[in-house]
């Protein structure tokens, strides 16, 4: 006999909503791909878009405090909302190298780590939260990883503070920005600018701009640990703990998702095309050839490593409340029982 799943009624969860950044996600492919309304409707549950949202919604992509709420994201929000007390959990972990790099201007000396020394960098103005100033915690910690290859420090630089988006926002009136610091590295203001993404490599190819330090080619990972490296998967904690088999449904079609895009390179790169907003060639330029076959997450020991290396330099450098323990954020049950389900299903 089969037992119907508990009721929205008794459990307060009566709508799912599901968010993500402008980058490579298997639930974004999902979401994309119809599969997770699908899976959702099966537990009698509509899905809602953030990103279709009113204001009073979107704002939740920030601060988590929606009851339902799926996210995948940067960790920036994500940490800076649980170091805020936001009841979350940490289901998952992705890496993608996404073309963070320094640039520069052709004749402007800048070539390799070394260079920057000396140098006027350019730093994002706070917005008016912590979660929401991750420009400036990701333009801090990439000229971190940059000037750490040659032995220097962000005290060897001069830091140039440029315009930001104050309140940035993913919601149906989110503004499609410019990458912080390109106008001011145009005009000569500052000599480099950290940048990630297809978007931002349009941006900087269209002002003559070129790769001065390519982050992605450093060596080891910890370099290049910033926002999107590694990007967490959160859930509210009351859908894990009054609808586990929603949380596991939901990584069940992520799983699913990341096996299709191995097989799907051309359909990956037209999906990412719409959710970075960019076009073909910044999408060709920003992911190396075989990313889509690395979409899969987890919670590995190097990952989770990698995340707390993020979160002691977001704590030192004032953008935490407090201090978060990843290792006590992650929930590795649902990621478990959803490699179950399609062991099963599959075999």
């Not at 119809?34 to 601060?63: K, N, Y």
């Not at 309140?167 to 989110?174: E, I, K």
């Not at 900087?204 to 999107?228: K, M, Q, S, T, Y």
């Not at 979409?295 to 990952?303: F, I, K």
């Amino acid at each position: 006999m089969t037992t119907a799943p508990p009721s929205s009624a008794a459990t307060g969860v009566d709508k799912i909503w599901y968010t993500r950044c402008p980058v490579p996600t298997a639930s974004g492919l999902a979401h994309n791909l119809g599969w997770l309304a699908v899976s959702f409707a099966e537990q009698g549950l509509d899905v809602g878009i953030l990103q279709d949202a009113p204001p009073e919604i979107a704002r939740h992509h920030f601060d988590h405090r929606l009851l339902g709420l799926f996210r995948e994201g940067g960790n920036v929000p994500a940490l800076a909302a649980r170091s805020e007390g936001a009841p979350t959990r940490l289901i998952g972990l992705t890496w993608i190298d996404e073309a963070q790099s320094v640039l520069a201007l052709p004749g402007a000396g800048i070539a390799s780590p070394a260079d920057l020394k000396g140098r006027r960098v350019a730093v994002p103005a706070h917005a008016d939260s912590p979660a929401r100033s991750f420009p400036r915690a990701m333009a801090l910690h990439g000229f971190t990883g940059a000037l750490a290859l040659a032995g220097h420090t962000l005290d060897d630089v001069e830091q140039v503070e440029v315009a930001a988006d104050l309140a940035p926002t993913v919601g149906a009136d989110a503004r499609a920005a410019s990458w912080p610091g390109l106008a001011e590295l145009a005009a000569g203001a500052v000599d480099a600018v950290y940048v990630k993404g297809a978007r931002a490599v349009e941006e900087a190819a269209a002002l003559g701009a070129v790769v001065a330090i390519d982050l992605d080619a450093a060596p080891e990972r910890r370099f290049r640990v910033n926002n999107g490296t590694p990007r967490p998967i959160t859930v509210h904690e009351r859908i894990l703990t009054e609808r586990p088999e929603l949380v596991t449904a939901f990584l069940v079609q992520t799983l699913r998702a990341a096996d299709w895009a191995a097989d799907n390179p051309a359909r990956v790169r037209r999906i990412l095309a719409a959710e970075t907003r960019s076009g073909a060639q910044g999408v060709a330029a920003a992911y190396a050839e075989g990313f889509h076959t690395g979409l899969h997450p987890d919670l590995s020991a190097e990952r989770l490593g990698l995340l707390a290396v993020q979160q002691d330099f977001l704590h030192r450098n004032g953008f935490l409340a407090a201090p978060v323990d990843v290792h006590a954020w992650a929930a590795h049950e649902p990621l478990a029982a959803a490699h179950a389900i399609l062991a099963r299903t599959t075999s």
